[in-house]
Each structure stands twice: as structure tokens, then as C-alpha cells.
């Protein structure tokens, strides 16, 4: 890794991080940069809005105009952000938990506006924070703190959720599959539209370690073992699918207009209406 994006884009006097050693947030965060500096946004008209969660905490450690907000509150924010000045870039850093969770109609409602954001969803499968719970990621079966005789809720595929409420621009990749991730988070940050990137990342602490998942290296080889790209998976059988995540790009359009170029339509329709009467 150059120097360069570290020097660039870090709040050195904020580090050390709060992570624990293995954590996949790191990674998620660097591709998160890197793709930041790829799409060519200039770095004060980027606006970090989080949550509250570990994976939010990224904010702090990051040098450019942010808001830390409340859990589960972020696209709220982000969408007061975007509405008062939409030549910003406004990109969400969200938990799991803290997006289709407590998070969920804030999710949902922003995807069918289609409002310009970029919603980076670092899934760990559970809320790290608050010590491991179960979150509306953790698979059926999993060990968590709240479900230590496995996990009988039906998880909620993030990428699904985001499609089928509208959003433009949704794509999913792991802390292994680290090119792509950083390729997925660029085409986000430049879409001009609700982009959606679902980055599956590591929590070697409290899931990893509840359920057998080996040391920080091994969770991320397991990644390499059940994530199957997209293209392979559409001629996968259902056996073959079983106990796999599908990653690569699930949705790229244009064809929906974006929500605050509409918004000011109306206000120009508003204007042209005053100015008649
Ligand atoms: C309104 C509210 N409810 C609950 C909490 C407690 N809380 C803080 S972080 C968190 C969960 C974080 O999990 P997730 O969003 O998946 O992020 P992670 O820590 O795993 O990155 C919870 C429940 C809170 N701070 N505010």
C-alpha cells in the first residue's frame, strides 16, 4: 500500500482505531478510499454520514466533511445532506444492524426516491458493538450472543432488498474479493443514483469465534470458499447455491430519474407557476 491514500484521506491524530486485530472494517474502509480517489471525487465535496456501530466508526478516522449520527439514522441524515446541497457526493457508512435493521424503512424508502447516495453496507453478520447479537444478517442456523442454540430467523439478503425497492445501483463483494469491492464501490460512487454495496466482512471476535469460523486469516479464505460470482451462479443448481453468497453487480441503471434532480423540476414548475399568476 502506498503512502499516498493513507496521507490523503486519514485523520492520523484520531488513530489508533478502535478495531479489534482481524477485523474486516479496515478493509471495507481502504477499498472505500481507494475508490473515493478512483471515481475522481474531489475530497471537499465528499460527505461521510454513519451510523452508529463499529463499522461507523470508520467516519472519524476518515479526513472529510462527516456527520456521526444516531444507530440506524445515517441515510436520514444523509438525505438532509444530499437535499440541501446535491452537487455533494454523500456516501453512508452503515452497519448491518444499523442499515436493515433499526435502519430498515430509512433503507428502503431512500432506494425507491432513487436520491443520489451511496450506501456502503459493512456486513459482519452481527451487531458487533453491543457484543455479538443477532442481527437481520446473521444466517439461519448461526451462534450469537441472543441465538446460542442457533440463529431461527431468515436472514434479509441486503442486495435483494435494495433491487426490489428501486435502488439503481446495487452490487455485493467480500473483504477477500478486495478488487472487486473497490471496482463496485467506484462504479457507486460515481452513479448518479441509490447505490447500494454490500461489502460481507469479518468479525473474528464475537461471530467468528462463536461459530468455528478459525482465526482472522481463515475468515477471510472462507469468503474465497463460498462466495460464488454471479455469472456462475446463474447456471448453479440449487444444491450447488446451498450455503453459497452471490457476489458481483445485480443492478446498474440509468433509467430512473434521480430524486433531487426531480425536486428541483418541482421547484422550477413552482417558480414558472408564481411568475405566471
Ligand atoms: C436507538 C439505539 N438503539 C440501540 C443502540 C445500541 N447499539 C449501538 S451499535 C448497535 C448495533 C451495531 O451493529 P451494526 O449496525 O451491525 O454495526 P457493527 O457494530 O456490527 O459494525 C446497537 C444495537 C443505540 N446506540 N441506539
Redesign the pocket.
Known amino acids: 500500500m502506498s503512502g499516498h491514500i493513507f496521507d490523503k484521506y486519514l485523520r492520523r491524530e484520531k488513530l489508533p482505531h478502535m478495531w479489534c486485530p482481524g477485523c474486516g472494517?479496515g478493509i471495507v474502509t481502504q477499498a472505500l478510499l481507494r475508490a473515493i480517489e478512483a471515481a475522481g471525487a474531489a475530497q471537499d465535496e465528499v460527505v461521510i454520514v454513519s451510523?452508529?456501530?463499529?463499522?461507523?466508526r470508520a467516519n472519524g478516522y476518515l479526513d472529510f466533511c462527516g456527520i456521526h449520527t444516531?444507530?440506524?439514522r445515517p441515510i436520514a441524515f444523509a438525505t438532509g445532506v444530499k437535499m440541501a446541497s446535491p452537487r455533494l457526493k454523500v456516501i453512508v457508512i452503515?452497519?448491518?444492524?444499523?442499515?436493515a435493521s433499526?435502519g430498515g424503512n430509512h433503507f428502503i424508502h431512500a432506494a425507491r426516491r432513487n436520491i443520489d447516495l451511496t450506501v456502503v453496507v459493512?456486513n459482519?453478520s452481527?451487531?458487533?458493538?453491543?457484543g455479538g447479537q443477532y442481527?437481520p444478517t446473521t444466517p439461519l442456523g448461526s451462534l450469537s450472543k441472543t441465538s446460542p442454540l442457533g440463529n431461527i430467523e431468515p436472514h434479509f439478503d441486503v442486495c435483494s432488498l435494495a433491487g426490489a425497492a428501486g435502488a439503481t445501483y446495487v452490487a455485493r463483494s467480500s473483504t477477500y474479493h478486495v478488487q472487486a469491492l473497490i471496482r463496485q464501490l467506484t462504479a457507486a460512487v460515481r452513479h448518479n443514483g441509490f447505490a447500494v454495496v454490500e461489502a460481507m466482512c469479518d468479525?473474528p471476535t464475537l461471530y467468528g469465534r462463536l461459530n468455528r469460523q478459525g482465526d482472522a486469516a481463515a475468515m477471510l479464505l472462507r469468503w474465497k470458499e463460498i462466495c460464488l460470482p454471479r455469472e456462475k451462479a446463474r447456471s448453479a443448481s440449487p444444491e450447488e447455491l446451498e450455503g453459497k453468497i452471490v457476489i458481483g453487480e445485480f443492478v446498474n441503471s440509468a433509467e430512473r430519474p434521480e430524486y433531487t434532480a426531480s425536486y428541483d423540476q418541482l421547484i422550477q414548475q413552482a417558480k414558472a407557476r408564481e411568475a405566471r399568476a
Not at 452503515?94 to 442499515?99: R, S
Open positions: 472494517n451510523g452508529v456501530g463499529c463499522s461507523s444516531t444507530h440506524g452503515t452497519g448491518d444492524g444499523d442499515c433499526i459493512y459482519n452481527n451487531y458487533g458493538m453491543t442481527s468479525c
